[in-house]
């Protein structure tokens, strides 16, 4: 079979390499090819192929979250991390090695020896071949941008949870500390017994408004020497949650 089948290569794939190639041999046809290590950075592959973003940078990386055309995979390309131009970080970029010319040499014989014609090996037409390896690069640009999110939620501190939602559960964590401080200590509620209270039970919630008033009581007497039960009495003959 052909190298394209025999390394299973998508359109995607075949465009990159054919890409870095032509602008590691000739920069100087090239826009962009100054920043980087080398000419082929990604934003020269970029601009001269159709290929998005994360297509380029997924080709253009080592490694188990690559394409795995590098050094630690097929061994085709050397990669370079972004390197730094002045204050500010340049772009990634790659070469080919000794390997990868040879690959890219057989890419190109491939694709004029097979054209409309069928490959014996296979059976297939190149046409065939030319529309499955497009299909292939579809799905897999679709498990490179599966792949950036997941990048990208590991990266975040707060994960899958969006920014308004991030913002709204920061607000009730700053909140929880001063809602404690008056629980305890303005209505003298043991928190501990707060957090043994289920929901819907009556009788645990009249114990900790029982427990609150009285620590209220307490306290306002204390303080004014004032008699809370005569001011309620009067007031209307309000009862204690005691009675």
Request: proline share 3%.
């Amino acid at each position: 079979m052909g190298v394209i089948i025999d390394h299973d290569l998508s359109a995607a794939d075949v465009n990159f390499l054919l890409t870095v190639r032509n602008i590691l041999e000739n920069p100087q046809d090239y826009d962009n090819t100054e920043p980087g290590e080398t000419a082929a950075n990604v934003t020269s592959i970029r601009s001269e192929t159709d290929l998005s973003k994360t297509q380029v940078a997924y080709r253009c990386r080592d490694g188990d979250d690559s394409r795995g055309f590098g050094e630690s995979g097929k061994g085709w390309l050397r990669t370079h991390g972004p390197s730094i131009e002045g204050k500010r970080f340049g772009p990634r970029s790659v070469e080919l090695t000794d390997k990868g010319y040879k690959i890219v040499s057989e890419i190109e014989q491939s694709q004029s020896s097979n054209g409309a014609e069928t490959d014996p090996a296979s059976g297939v037409s190149g046409e065939e071949i030319a529309r499955i390896n497009e299909k292939l690069s579809d799905i897999q640009e679709s498990i490179e941008n599966i792949t950036d999110d997941l990048e990208g939620i590991q990266e975040s501190e707060t994960g899958a949870v969006d920014a308004d939602m991030a913002s709204k559960l920061k607000a009730i964590s700053r909140a929880v500390p001063q809602q404690q401080f008056i629980f305890s200590e303005v209505f003298g509620i043991d928190m501990e017994a707060v957090q043994e209270t289920e929901v819907g039970d009556e009788d645990g919630i009249r114990q900790l408004r029982v427990a609150a008033y009285n620590h209220l009581t307490q306290s306002l007497e204390a303080d004014d020497g004032v008699d809370l039960e005569a001011v309620l009495d009067d007031e209307g003959g309000v009862e204690s949650p005691a009675e």
